[in-house]
């Protein structure tokens, strides 16, 4: 006995065009074993059909690492090029259908997924910057012993400006004065620095397992990578959710701007 079941096209593309929480560059679709797709694309339905995969299966087959990684039952999530040759952040997972096998994936261009992370790296330049300047104020201000530390700030805070915190103030003992206390801040400055690219390092490469402590309820960048790893995490988990089946998911938008949510 053989039972066949027929799914519309129109039920399916309205599940998975859904654009609630998918930004202006996200999609999910689905492909088959035969890596052909089962689902339209909700960015061009034109150029990348269901009936256009299947009149030319040769040259629209969806060979990515995530059909390749969900149709041998992968799940997981990591930047990677998709079909169309970009550069996408892309969650995937199988989605079982009695005896067979969908790729189910939602992907989202890198330069949206990690726009947050842009803008709080311009940030982190311009206090550099007025660390830079304020630095080399003091310097015109100090003579003798108090000459050569503020001069390895200056050379330290132009190299961190540049994106270079590889430099430290190591030799330089903090003394009980200003110049002790300015050495001791521009240490910490510099800590801090490391961990915020740290985090913004892994996100970048997929990685969302980094852990946020704000170091005061001023903390802004802290704060804003805080909310941001959460935020992601949050889409992610709703990501895996749909590829797991529950189509029934909500996401509370951040503010009237928050194009993801």
Same mark, same amino acid.
């Given at each position: 006995?053989?039972?066949?079941?027929?799914?519309?096209?129109?039920?399916?593309?309205?599940?998975?065009?859904?654009?609630?929480?998918?930004?202006?560059?996200?999609?999910?679709?689905?492909?088959?074993?035969?890596?052909?797709?089962?689902?339209?694309?909700?960015?061009?339905?034109?150029?990348?059909?269901?009936?256009?995969?299947?009149?030319?299966?040769?040259?629209?087959?969806?060979?990515?690492?995530?059909?390749?990684?969900?149709?041998?039952?992968?799940?997981?999530?990591?930047?990677?090029?998709?079909?169309?040759?970009?550069?996408?952040?892309?969650?995937?997972?199988?989605?079982?259908?009695?005896?067979?096998?969908?790729?189910?994936?939602?992907?989202?261009?890198?330069?949206?997924?990690?726009?947050?992370?842009?803008?709080?790296?311009?940030?982190?330049?311009?206090?550099?910057?007025?660390?830079?300047?304020?630095?080399?104020?003091?310097?015109?201000?100090?003579?003798?012993?108090?000459?050569?530390?503020?001069?390895?700030?200056?050379?330290?805070?132009?190299?961190?400006?540049?994106?270079?915190?590889?430099?430290?103030?190591?030799?330089?003992?903090?003394?009980?004065?200003?110049?002790?206390?300015?050495?001791?801040?521009?240490?910490?400055?510099?800590?801090?620095?490391?961990?915020?690219? %740290? !985090? #913004? +390092?892994? &996100?970048?490469?997929?990685?969302?397992? @980094?852990?946020?402590? *704000?170091? /005061? =309820?001023? $903390?802004?960048?802290?704060?804003?990578?805080?909310?941001?790893?959460?935020?992601?995490?949050?889409?992610? %988990? !709703? #990501? +895996?959710? &749909?590829?797991?089946?529950?189509?029934? @998911?909500?996401?509370? *938008?951040? /503010? =009237?701007? $928050?194009?993801?949510?």
């Amino acid at each position: 006995l053989v039972i066949a079941v027929r799914i519309p096209i129109d039920v399916i593309n309205t599940v998975m065009q859904e654009r609630d929480g998918m930004g202006r560059t996200g999609e999910s679709y689905l492909a088959g074993m035969d890596l052909l797709r089962r689902s339209e694309s909700a960015l061009d339905p034109t150029g990348y059909s269901v009936s256009a995969s299947f009149a030319d299966p040769q040259t629209s087959r969806i060979e990515t690492p995530a059909s390749r990684e969900a149709l041998i039952g992968h799940v997981d999530k990591t930047i990677l090029t998709n079909y169309a040759g970009q550069s996408v952040l892309s969650a995937y997972a199988p989605l079982h259908l009695w005896d067979t096998t969908w790729a189910f994936i939602a992907e989202i261009s890198t330069d949206e997924a990690f726009a947050a992370v842009k803008r709080l790296t311009f940030v982190m330049t311009g206090i550099t910057v007025i660390v830079l300047i304020a630095t080399a104020g003091l310097s015109y201000m100090v003579s003798g012993y108090m000459t050569k530390p503020i001069n390895q700030i200056v050379r330290i805070a132009q190299k961190v400006s540049e994106g270079d915190l590889s430099e430290t103030l190591e030799g330089m003992r903090p003394t009980r004065d200003e110049i002790g206390m300015l050495i001791r801040d521009f240490q910490h400055v510099m800590a801090y620095f490391r961990d915020m690219a %740290a !985090v #913004a +390092t892994s &996100i970048s490469a997929g990685d969302l397992r @980094q852990q946020v402590t *704000p170091r /005061s =309820e001023h $903390d802004v960048l802290g704060l804003a990578f805080l909310g941001m790893t959460d935020y992601l995490r949050t889409l992610t %988990a !709703v #990501a +895996t959710a &749909i590829a797991g089946g529950e189509l029934h @998911q909500r996401i509370q *938008p951040k /503010s =009237e701007h $928050d194009v993801l949510g």
